[in-house]
Nanobody, 124 residues
Framework: QVQLVESGGGLVQAGGSLRLSCALS????????IGWFRQTPGHTREFVAA???????YYGDSVTGRSTISRDNAKFTSDLQVNKLKPEDTAVYYC??????????????????WGQGTQVTVST
C-alpha cells in the first residue's frame, strides 16, 4: 500500500521561503512520478510542480522561477522549495504519486496516490 506523507508546512512571512518534503512508502519510488499540488477553500487543486523518474522537471505558472522540485531516490523523498512567498501562496499543499507513465503531468487525475496535505500560510 503506497503512502505519502508531507511535512514542512507552517506560517511564513511574505518574501520568505519554505521547503516541503514528501516521503513515499510501500511502493517503487524510483519509478514514480511525483507531483505537488495546492488547494484553497472553494477551489480545485492547482498544479505546482512535478518531477519524473528520469529527473525532468515541470512547474506551474504560479511558481515558475521561484520554486524548485527535487527527489532523492535513496531516501524515497521529494522536496519542494518555494521562494519569495506571497500571501496568495497560502494553501494546503499535497504531494501525489503515479508509479508508471504519466502523460498529463499537471492533471490531478494522472496520479493514483495522495498525501494528507500540509498547510502553508503566508502572512503579510
Amino acid at each position: 500500500q503506497v503512502q505519502l506523507v508531507e511535512s514542512g508546512g507552517g506560517l511564513v512571512q511574505a518574501g520568505g521561503s519554505l521547503r516541503l518534503s514528501c516521503a513515499l512508502s510501500g511502493g517503487s519510488f524510483s519509478g514514480a512520478v511525483i507531483g505537488w499540488f495546492r488547494q484553497t477553500p472553494g477551489h480545485t487543486r492547482e498544479f505546482v510542480a512535478a518531477i519524473r523518474p528520469g529527473g525532468n522537471l515541470y512547474y506551474g505558472d504560479s511558481v515558475t522561477g521561484r520554486s524548485t522540485i527535487s527527489r532523492d531516490n535513496a531516501k524515497f523523498t521529494s522536496d519542494l522549495q518555494v521562494n519569495k512567498l506571497k500571501p496568495e501562496d497560502t494553501a494546503v499543499y499535497y504531494c501525489a504519486a503515479k508509479i508508471g507513465r504519466v502523460q498529463y503531468i499537471s492533471m490531478t487525475s494522472s496520479y493514483d496516490y495522495w498525501g494528507q496535505g500540509t498547510q502553508v500560510t503566508v502572512s503579510t
